[in-house]
């Protein structure tokens, strides 16, 4: 069965540090990645997604994630990191039976101090 | 336009009670997803609907869980004789399609479901 892991179950930064969240998943065939991101008393929305193509991949406010094959990863980045982007962040492979359902890991909680 | 909407957006049930959660997607959006986010097993996937079907139903805990979904549009998730376990945030997602995997799904608010 497909499985994702994040390494990282809580992140404490400074306001400038840079930021990565490591995210592994377990699936050899072709898949479809996701961040996705949950901010204090809001909906779960999507931060970006790797579909085919180039590895490097980026979404909003101005987070990254590279597509490393070989390592089945799918790692989150940015660069310089604000006060807002405290919340939860998820990685997320879609399942492999055609259907599009998201197997989640078990979440990264981000804590940025100002 | 209006997001995926859930209500209610908190729900208290005694042990034994059935509950109904109901999850309006996005209009338009062909597949919908129920979710569940809770403390000690983070985000599961429960079941997933293409139009009316549900071509996928692997995540449903139990027999207690049943969904349904009309019209190609709204769609009801009811736990039969609540356990305690059965407490967790339970979210609704929809995107245009779901068979290739390659639309992003838009979450709903989710259900806070408390069952004492």
């Known amino acids: 069965a497909q499985s994702v892991s994040q390494h990282n179950h809580h992140v404490i930064l400074s306001e400038a540090a840079s930021l990565e969240l490591g995210c592994n998943y377990s699936?050899?065939?072709?898949?479809?990645l996701f961040w996705y991101v949950q901010y204090p008393g809001q909906h779960l929305q999507l931060l970006l997604k790797y579909f085919s193509g180039d590895p490097l991949v980026k979404g909003i406010k101005g987070f990254e994630a590279e597509f490393i094959k070989s390592k089945f990863s799918f790692n989150l980045r940015k660069p310089s990191v604000q006060w807002s982007d405290t919340a939860e962040y998820f990685c997320a492979v879609d399942g492999s039976s055609n259907t599009g359902k998201l197997i989640f890991g078990q979440g990264t909680t981000l804590q940025v101090k100002p | 336009g209006a997001g995926v909407s859930q209500s209610p957006s908190n729900k208290v049930t005694e042990k034994g009670k059935d509950v109904e959660l109901r999850c309006d997607p996005i209009?338009?959006?062909?597949?919908l997803y129920w979710y569940r986010q809770s403390l000690g097993q983070g985000l599961e996937f429960l079941i997933y609907f293409q139009g009316n079907s549900a071509p996928d139903k692997s995540g449903l805990p139990s027999d207690r869980f049943s969904a349904e979904r009309t019209g190609g549009s709204v769609s009801t998730l009811t736990i039969q004789r609540t356990q305690q376990e059965d407490s967790a945030v339970y979210l609704c997602?929809?995107?245009?399609?779901?068979?290739?995997?390659?639309?992003?799904?838009?979450f709903g608010p989710g259900t806070r479901l408390t069952v004492t």
């Open positions: 699936y050899g065939g072709t898949v479809n």
């Open positions: 209009s338009g959006h062909t597949a």
């Open positions: 997602a929809s995107s245009l399609e779901g068979t290739s995997g390659a639309y992003e799904q838009y």
